[in-house]
């Protein structure tokens, strides 16, 4: 009895047949964010910790260009909690494609009262940067 293709051709054909099924799936398909809503790439003010970003919200940021041609960045946290808490806030500046200039302030430490908005204030180092990013975190 003839079979109707020969079995090295039908190994063939299951190999490839398999390898094209993993390629669709592949083990480094993409996933879905891990930190949704922790964007510098998109956001000026970026809330790092699950804990600061139900305790915080940004009530309002703006960028100016001081007569130097240094930056300016300043933004308006705003405690949504009705106790005191305590965070850390840093600005990373960065040219106009969004890559750090290596301009990177300090980490600060930021108190703020029952329900109160207080205003931070950062300069750049040098007038390479055209963008900012405002990062806030808990206190350590």
Not at 41 to 57: P, Y
Not at 85 to 99: A, L, R, S, W
């Amino acid at each position: 009895m003839k079979t109707p293709f020969p079995q090295p051709l039908v190994s063939v054909l299951g190999l490839l047949l398999a390898l094209a099924a993993g390629c669709q799936h592949g083990p480094y398909a993409p996933q879905a964010d891990q930190h949704p809503g922790v964007s510098e790439a998109t956001n000026s003010v970026v809330l790092m910790d699950t804990a600061v970003k139900n305790s915080i919200s940004s009530a309002g940021d703006r960028l100016m260009i001081l007569s130097d041609g240094r930056l300016l960045a300043q933004a308006n946290l705003k405690n949504r909690e009705s106790r005191r808490i305590q965070v850390q806030v840093q600005c990373v500046f960065k040219d106009e494609q969004g890559f750090s200039t290596g301009d990177e302030t300090p980490w600060q430490t930021l108190i703020l009262t029952e329900n109160a908005t207080e205003a931070v204030e950062f300069k750049s180092m040098n007038n390479l940067a055209r963008k900012y990013t405002i990062r806030v975190r808990e206190a350590r």
